[in-house]
């Protein structure tokens, strides 16, 4: 069981920054792959980011690259998203997640933290 919480919410105006932050439970985790995703009301859920279990390999949606930023320290088992130059288009809750070494999917997910960029 895998336990994630998100925290950095918050309220920023258009071409600010921000760095979310997700803290993971369990002694593996630096095997796990992490990911953030972000949804909007409305719209599916998101890929925004992943990294890899050693930091060795990013993945970034197309559209975020260049601004948003993964990052993960092992030793405090979290993950963090900076992201820059925010737009209000990046409004949206924002969610952690775990995929498990040997597993396809993300299975564990952190309750999500608002971000809202105001114009």
């Known amino acids: 069981q895998v336990q994630l919480v998100e925290s950095g919410a918050g309220l920023v105006q258009a071409g600010g920054s921000l760095r979310l932050s997700c803290a993971a439970s369990?002694?593996?985790?630096?095997?796990?792959?992490l990911g953030w995703f972000r949804r909007t009301p409305g719209k599916e859920r998101e890929f925004v980011a992943a990294?890899?279990?050693?930091?060795?390999?990013?993945y970034y949606a197309d559209s975020l690259k260049g601004r948003f930023t993964i990052s993960r320290d092992n030793a405090k088992n979290t993950v963090y998203l900076q992201m820059n130059s925010l737009k209000p288009d990046d409004t949206a809750v924002y969610y952690c997640?775990?995929?498990?070494?040997?597993?396809?999917?993300?299975?564990?997910w952190g309750q999500g933290t608002q971000v809202t960029v105001s114009s």
């Open positions: 369990g002694r593996a985790f630096s095997r796990y792959t």
């Open positions: 997640a775990v995929r498990l070494p040997g597993t396809s999917g993300y299975g564990y």
């Open positions: 990294i890899s279990w050693s930091s060795n390999s990013t």
